[in-house]
């Protein structure tokens, strides 16, 4: 499905939560000058391009703006602000992102505002239709549920986005309207039963299969509210939801939902909607959009120079991570002992001079499908250069991202030729991969403590690169570019080491897919994980010398201070801030 970037304006439709380029609600009385109204929209064609619409916001770019700050991808909130990956870049280039990065952020910071902007203004887009349907009566019964369903499961992630950011947030329903005089909303209730109630309201009423790949189906809703029970630790809940998607979940296109054999399928344009996408935001270049249906919220995150993008050199995975694919003799991760020494890095060395990557060192092949390295093949794009593709490594790192980079080969038709830079691209953003699904499964039964049954889950996605090893990156002779081993577990001993184990395999496996910071949070685990992490990195990065995450504060964001004025004290500030 081709997702259309546009902004419609309707009488009623905004409340203070999301009203950011009005003036005052009288604003809102009055139809502008060309743009579509009710009577206008309340009809299929209409009601549909409406719920396109609410689909567009999948990537955060769009109506009040929106982008690197609100991008679908979570980068900066899932990514930098856990121990994936750097802000990068050098240091004042969006400085926001450094009290993010460092635990020390304000409600005053913009970024913030920008994200909230986002995820309001996709929420409204949802009731939007939902408003609309009553009047539009050339909609048969069928279509109104689906649309509706459609509708409430866009909704429920959307508000799902801003719980995982601020905790406390707001639930705005249809019934939310200036005309109501209901709209300064609170956020001092729990909203997990209204994402539970849309998610089940979608779960009955959307179909397997959809005439548009980017559509919802069914067994999208139930992954997603599975993820939801996760984030409740409704364990128990969560695991026979997950166990049917596994065993019967199709695309919406009718695929069975599988791994795919080669691991990079999920971030290759060429390949998206596959097997593995359980759900995805759709990208589309050279569309006459100018860019804005590609992956615009990503656009910073490639290597600096010469290479693919063009520019920014933000997102640099930390040292951290790249430690973290060592593996033993077993090829098992050192669940322990990962980050005792660093790999071999070319940080501080100088482009000129001679520099051999380590291809001794036992480590998880997916180390260079997830992270950019000096001498090792990129892509297509040769062997990476190293400090020449940096921006200023003592800030960032010797490291470059490569989940979401573009192929050489692509240039051009699968990157937007009318963007600033070539870094817009066809390139989905999956939400929901089947890998992710596997783990879920794994992680609800260690929780429930059937070991056996989480092991298998964990080798399951282990398997997929253990028995692929043609998929693995090559040097041009095809020799294996590193000392390439992976294993699969014998035993998981007790139920601590399966929940070490599971965690772990799920940092290595979605690494630098903006889930970690989320997933840290959700295990209760984000103070001790993330205060090791700074302790190790400080000695190398200066703007952690003072940093400190904040057990009880910094797990969730501060609401943004604009909104709480905006709501006239309806919205209360998150604790700590």
């Given at each position: 499905m081709k997702?259309s970037?546009?902004?419609?304006?309707?009488?009623?439709?905004?409340?203070?939560l999301?009203l950011?380029?009005?003036?005052?609600?009288?604003?809102l009385?009055?139809t502008?000058?060309g743009s579509?109204?009710q009577n206008?929209?309340?009809?299929k064609?209409g009601?549909?391009g409406?719920?396109?619409?609410a689909?567009?916001?999948l990537d955060?770019?769009?109506?009040?703006?929106g982008g690197w700050?609100s991008?679908?991808?979570?980068?900066?909130?899932?990514g930098?602000?856990?121990d994936?990956?750097?802000?990068g870049?050098?240091?004042?280039?969006?400085?926001?992102?450094v009290?993010?990065e460092?635990?020390?952020?304000?409600?005053?910071?913009g970024?913030f505002?920008?994200?909230w902007?986002a995820?309001?203004?996709?929420?409204?887009r949802?009731n939007?239709?939902?408003?609309l349907?009553p009047?539009a009566?050339?909609i048969?019964?069928?279509d109104q549920?689906r649309?509706?369903?459609?509708?409430r499961?866009?909704?429920?992630?959307?508000h799902?986005?801003?719980?995982?950011?601020?905790?406390?947030?707001?639930?705005?329903d249809?019934?939310?309207t200036?005309?109501?005089g209901n709209f300064?909303?609170?956020?001092?209730?729990?909203?997990w039963p209204?994402?539970?109630?849309?998610?089940d309201?979608?779960?009955?009423n959307l179909?397997a299969?959809?005439?548009?790949?980017?559509?919802?189906?069914?067994?999208?809703?139930?992954a997603?509210k599975?993820?939801?029970?996760?984030?409740k630790?409704?364990?128990?809940?969560?695991?026979?939801?997950?166990k049917?998607v596994?065993?019967?979940?199709?695309?919406?296109?009718?695929?069975k939902y599988?791994?795919?054999?080669?691991?990079f399928d999920n971030?290759?344009?060429?390949t998206k909607n596959?097997?593995e996408?359980?759900f995805?935001?759709?990208?589309?270049?050279?569309?006459n959009?100018?860019?804005?249906?590609?992956?615009w919220?990503?656009?910073?995150?490639?290597?600096?120079?010469?290479?693919?993008?063009g520019?920014?050199g933000?997102?640099?995975p930390?040292?951290?991570?790249?430690?973290s694919?060592?593996?033993?003799?077993?090829g098992?991760?050192l669940?322990?002992?990962?980050?005792?020494s660093?790999f071999?890095?070319?940080?501080?060395?100088?482009?000129?001079?001679a520099?051999s990557?380590?291809v001794?060192?036992?480590?998880?092949?997916r180390?260079?499908?997830?992270?950019g390295r000096?001498?090792i093949?990129?892509?297509d794009w040769?062997l990476?250069?190293g400090n020449?593709?940096?921006r200023?490594?003592?800030?960032?790192?010797?490291?470059?991202?490569i989940k979401?980079?573009?192929?050489?080969?692509?240039?051009?038709a699968?990157?937007?030729?009318s963007?600033?830079?070539?870094?817009?691209?066809?390139?989905?953003?999956?939400?929901?991969?089947f890998?992710d699904v596997?783990?879920?499964?794994?992680?609800?039964?260690v929780?429930v403590g059937t070991?056996?049954n989480a092991?298998?889950y964990v080798?399951q996605?282990?398997?997929?690169?253990?028995?692929n090893?043609?998929?693995?990156v090559?040097?041009a002779?095809?020799a294996?570019?590193?000392n390439?081993q992976?294993g699969?577990?014998?035993v998981?001993p007790?139920?601590?080491?399966?929940?070490?184990?599971?965690?772990f395999e799920?940092?290595l496996?979605?690494?630098?897919?903006?889930?970690?910071f989320?997933?840290l949070v959700?295990y209760?685990?984000?103070d001790?994980?993330?205060?090791?992490?700074i302790?190790?990195?400080?000695a190398?990065?200066t703007?952690?010398?003072?940093?400190?995450?904040?057990?009880?504060?910094?797990e969730?964001?501060?609401?943004?201070?604009?909104?709480?004025?905006?709501?006239?004290?309806?919205?209360?500030?998150n604790p700590g801030?």
């Amino acid at each position: 499905m081709k997702q259309s970037k546009f902004k419609i304006i309707l009488v009623s439709v905004t409340t203070s939560l999301v009203l950011f380029y009005a003036c005052s609600k009288n604003f809102l009385d009055k139809t502008p000058i060309g743009s579509l109204d009710q009577n206008t929209l309340a009809n299929k064609a209409g009601v549909e391009g409406v719920l396109i619409g609410a689909y567009s916001m999948l990537d955060g770019f769009g109506g009040a703006g929106g982008g690197w700050q609100s991008a679908g991808s979570n980068w900066v909130y899932g990514g930098v602000a856990s121990d994936d990956a750097y802000k990068g870049s050098d240091p004042g280039d969006q400085a926001d992102i450094v009290p993010i990065e460092t635990y020390s952020p304000t409600a005053s910071n913009g970024y913030f505002n920008q994200k909230w902007q986002a995820v309001y203004d996709a929420v409204q887009r949802c009731n939007d239709v939902l408003r609309l349907l009553p009047a539009a009566t050339d909609i048969n019964a069928a279509d109104q549920k689906r649309i509706t369903a459609e509708s409430r499961f866009l909704r429920a992630h959307y508000h799902m986005e801003a719980k995982k950011m601020w905790n406390n947030v707001p639930f705005v329903d249809e019934t939310i309207t200036y005309a109501a005089g209901n709209f300064n909303v609170g956020n001092t209730a729990d909203i997990w039963p209204n994402i539970l109630a849309d998610l089940d309201y979608a779960i009955a009423n959307l179909p397997a299969t959809q005439s548009s790949v980017g559509r919802a189906n069914s067994w999208a809703a139930k992954a997603l509210k599975a993820k939801a029970l996760m984030f409740k630790k409704d364990f128990a809940g969560a695991l026979p939801i997950l166990k049917d998607v596994i065993a019967n979940g199709v695309t919406t296109s009718g695929k069975k939902y599988a791994l795919m054999p080669n691991m990079f399928d999920n971030f290759n344009a060429e390949t998206k909607n596959s097997a593995e996408a359980v759900f995805s935001c759709q990208q589309s270049v050279n569309d006459n959009s100018g860019g804005s249906n590609g992956g615009w919220g990503d656009v910073l995150n490639f290597p600096y120079n010469g290479g693919p993008g063009g520019c920014c050199g933000f997102y640099q995975p930390s040292v951290s991570l790249v430690n973290s694919y060592k593996v033993d003799a077993l090829g098992l991760p050192l669940l322990d002992t990962w980050n005792a020494s660093d790999f071999k890095n070319d940080q501080g060395i100088a482009s000129t001079a001679a520099f051999s990557p380590d291809v001794t060192t036992p480590v998880d092949p997916r180390l260079d499908f997830t992270v950019g390295r000096r001498g090792i093949p990129y892509l297509d794009w040769g062997l990476h250069p190293g400090n020449d593709w940096i921006r200023d490594q003592n800030n960032g790192g010797p490291y470059s991202p490569i989940k979401h980079v573009y192929y050489k080969r692509q240039a051009g038709a699968l990157t937007d030729n009318s963007f600033w830079t070539s870094g817009v691209t066809a390139n989905n953003y999956t939400f929901i991969r089947f890998a992710d699904v596997l783990l879920w499964a794994a992680e609800c039964e260690v929780e429930v403590g059937t070991l056996a049954n989480a092991m298998a889950y964990v080798n399951q996605v282990r398997s997929r690169i253990k028995d692929n090893p043609s998929t693995w990156v090559k040097q041009a002779g095809g020799a294996n570019a590193a000392n390439y081993q992976i294993g699969l577990y014998l035993v998981f001993p007790d139920q601590t080491y399966a929940r070490k184990a599971v965690r772990f395999e799920r940092k290595l496996e979605l690494a630098m897919e903006g889930h970690r910071f989320f997933d840290l949070v959700r295990y209760g685990i984000a103070d001790t994980e993330l205060n090791a992490y700074i302790a190790k990195e400080k000695a190398k990065r200066t703007f952690f010398t003072s940093a400190v995450f904040t057990k009880g504060k910094n797990e969730y964001f501060p609401i943004p201070q604009s909104q709480i004025d905006l709501s006239k004290g309806a919205l209360k500030q998150n604790p700590g801030y």
